[in-house]
């Protein structure tokens, strides 16, 4: 239902809808931000009513902003605030637990790759600012795994877009059907391993960050 209620407000004012979503998901508000840039970039290239390099730039700033914002929001006010008021935005204390363990070990990583996977695009920011992360590197890894998250969904899906417009009839209905079979499989995949590593930390004492 939320899917039929953005389609048209891309068709409309596509490149707010886009920016805003994003920003407002990079921030820890659980929408379909990646979604958002895959359909907008698929509309651009199936129509050519949008113009692909705003979309991927508003795709960009609005996921560079939003990390921002959270970054400040879980610096300023810490890991009580999260597990205080984290059930409301599906931040949960095994999943709090996972983000700093993932922290711990992997860093500057996180902030870089994190934009490419489900749970850590929603929460990395905050978990970077509880974690007393230094802004200067987490702006310049955020900034980069933005652009480059931007460019690789934009693009590809500009062109599956495009695609699907110059190929019509049987071929055109199965690859749509590939297309958005591959994403459910992968999209599964990542929540069953993150399951699998939550209840894995859940018996472990992990020390959380308490605020300063």
């Not at 239902?1 to 407002?24: N, T």
């Not at 390099?53 to 929001?73: P, Q, S, Y």
């Not at 990395?124 to 509880?130: M, Q, S, W, Y």
């Amino acid at each position: 239902m939320l899917l039929a209620q953005i389609q048209p407000l891309i068709a409309q004012h596509g490149y707010w809808v886009v920016f805003l979503i994003i920003m407002l998901e990079s921030a820890g508000v659980p929408l379909p931000g990646e979604t958002v840039l895959v359909l907008a970039s698929g509309y651009a290239g199936a129509t050519h009513e949008l113009d692909l390099t705003l979309v991927i730039a508003c795709a960009a700033a609005g996921a560079i902003i939003g990390d921002n914002i959270g970054f400040w929001v879980g610096r300023t006010w810490g890991a009580n605030f999260l597990l205080r008021y984290g059930k409301f935005v599906r931040l949960s204390e095994n999943r709090l637990k996972l983000g700093q363990y993932l922290f711990v070990k992997h860093g500057a990583k996180i902030v870089f790759f994190g934009r490419f996977v489900a749970f850590l695009r929603v929460f990395a920011a905050l978990l970077a600012g509880v974690n007393k992360y230094h802004w200067p590197q987490f702006l310049f890894f955020n900034a980069a795994g933005g652009i480059i998250w931007a460019l690789i969904f934009g693009i590809g899906a500009y062109r599956f877009g495009d695609l699907l417009h110059r190929v019509s009839g049987p071929l055109g209905i199965i690859a749509l059907f590939g297309g958005v079979c591959g994403v459910i499989a992968f999209m599964y995949i990542v929540r069953r391993e993150e399951k699998k590593m939550e209840e894995k930390l859940a018996g472990r004492d992990v020390d959380l960050p308490t605020l300063s």
